[in-house]
Nanobody, 122 residues
Framework: VQLQASGGGLVQAGGSLRLSCAAS????????VGWFRQAPGKEREFVAA????????RYEDSLKGRFTISRDNAKNTVYLQMNNLKPEDTAVYYC????????????????WGQGTLVTVSS
């Protein structure tokens, strides 16, 4: 499966963005999908993940309530709605697909897309 993240951009603190992860391949609905982010000089960190059906989601604890992950298998797309953005949310955001249930470890994911840059100004 091939993944393409999009929707990043420049936004002021307190604003919102919705990222999209579009996938190719007929079996996309069989994969869990996760979002990760990497800020300059920092390690890649888990943001959120969703099961193949959308029935199970996981979030980094500090992001609960501000970020929401969802998917539309008919459109082969997973979304990350980000609200009340903060300057510390600035990072490159990546989506990834896994054969497994949603997990926070990047090593659990088999396919990665190119990232999309989110910049939050203060």
């Amino acid at each position: 499966v091939q993944l393409q993240a999009s929707g990043g951009g420049l936004v002021q603190a307190g604003g919102s963005l919705r990222l999209s992860c579009a996938a190719s391949g007929r079996t996309f609905s069989s994969y869990s999908v996760g979002w990760f982010r990497q800020a300059p000089g920092k390690e890649r960190e888990f943001v959120a993940a969703i099961s193949w059906s959308g029935g199970t989601t996981r979030y980094e604890d500090s992001l609960k309530g501000r970020f929401t992950i969802s998917r539309d298998n008919a459109k082969n797309t997973v979304y990350l709605q980000m609200n009340n953005l903060k300057p510390e949310d600035t990072a490159v955001y990546y989506c990834a697909a896994s054969y497994s249930i949603p997990k926070p470890g990047p090593y659990e994911y088999n396919y990665w897309g190119q990232g999309t840059l989110v910049t939050v100004s203060s």
